[in-house]
């Protein structure tokens, strides 16, 4: 099993189309086709569906794509610790997000990335829902979540502080929560379930925010749509600070008890594959955001 085929394989498996694959490779079509023929017979499956229309990964292509990817990793990374790397990352990079957090920070500045590596194609999907990095072959991801997977590895990017927020016309119809007993008598709006966050005061004494004690009509899993809700008046919500730092410092959004700081395990991680060796391609956009945003987080001097 050579790695040229098993790098033409990666390709055609993000391009679904062997032609073009085989043309970044400097390969005829026919070369190409032929080439892929003989991987498939070798490792005893069908790994592309191919039809006059369209070309589609199987199921055994699924479950080959990580592994190929990993030779092709190594070798690359062989290659570059001798100095015969390529003088520019190039190839896909598969990264995923949640779409809120990908919105307010790594969209605006992906031009400056894309100028830097012209040859490399970022491929991105950005959901508040997670998906998960080996059946989906991605790269690289950023989860706001407890590294707790042994198949993965990763880089914090930064801290997840959260806080409770309501707006202001809210809060002047309903009033403000002194302690957090007074939250039973609140609307409020949990993200994608009702589980307890635990909150900790500046002395250190310890609550809970529970939306079950309270009126919670609201379960929202968008982030976009739960901060426009609670900007909105819906009632007493969780968010990160990385999400409503700005709303906080314009009034928009007003901290209610803000003696208080959800206290979370989680935070903004970088993860990859533990099996993958750490490619240039993924390298070179994860220096990136640590680079941009993770040095200096721009909600790290909101109010606290």
């Not at 005893?44 to 039809?51: K, P, Q, V, Y």
């Not at 969780?238 to 700081?261: C, D, F, I, K, M």
């Not at 395990?265 to 993924?282: C, D, G, M, R």
Request: hydrophobic letters at 40%.
């Amino acid at each position: 099993m050579e790695t040229d085929t098993l790098r033409l394989f990666v390709l055609a498996a993000d391009k679904l189309n062997i032609s073009a694959a085989g043309r970044e490779l400097g390969l005829a079509p026919s070369v190409a086709s032929a080439w892929m023929s003989k991987l498939e017979k070798s490792v005893g499956a069908d790994l592309l569906h191919r039809s006059t229309r369209k070309v589609a990964l199987s199921t055994e292509g699924l479950e080959f794509l990580p592994y190929a990817r990993d030779i092709v990793a190594r070798e690359d990374a062989a290659r570059a610790a001798l100095g015969q790397g390529a003088e520019r990352v190039s190839g896909t990079l598969r990264f995923t997000a949640p779409s809120t957090f990908a919105q307010l920070y790594i969209a605006p500045i992906l031009p400056e990335f894309t100028k830097d590596h012209p040859d490399l194609r970022l491929d991105m999907r950005l959901s508040d829902k997670q998906f998960d990095l080996i059946d989906g072959s991605f790269d690289l991801a950023l989860r706001n979540a407890v590294l707790e997977d042994s198949s993965l590895r990763g880089r914090k990017l930064a801290d997840d502080t959260r806080v409770l927020c309501a707006s202001p016309g809210y809060l002047t119809e309903h009033g403000h929560p002194e302690t957090p007993d007074d939250l039973q008598d609140h609307h409020l709006v949990a993200f994608g379930n009702d589980m307890p966050h635990r909150m900790t005061k500046d002395d250190g004494t310890h609550a809970d925010f529970e939306p079950g004690i309270g009126r919670c009509n609201l379960i929202i899993d968008d982030g976009h749509s739960h901060k426009v809700a609670t900007m909105a008046g819906a009632g007493i919500a969780p968010h990160s600070l990385w999400s409503v730092h700005n709303e906080l410092a314009s009034g928009q959004l007003v901290r209610v008890l803000p003696a208080y700081t959800c206290v979370a395990e989680t935070a903004l991680w970088l993860i990859y594959p533990q099996t993958n060796v750490l490619s240039a391609k993924v390298r070179v956009f994860m220096d990136f955001l640590l680079e941009r945003i993770g040095k200096s987080p721009a909600w790290r001097a909101s109010i606290l």
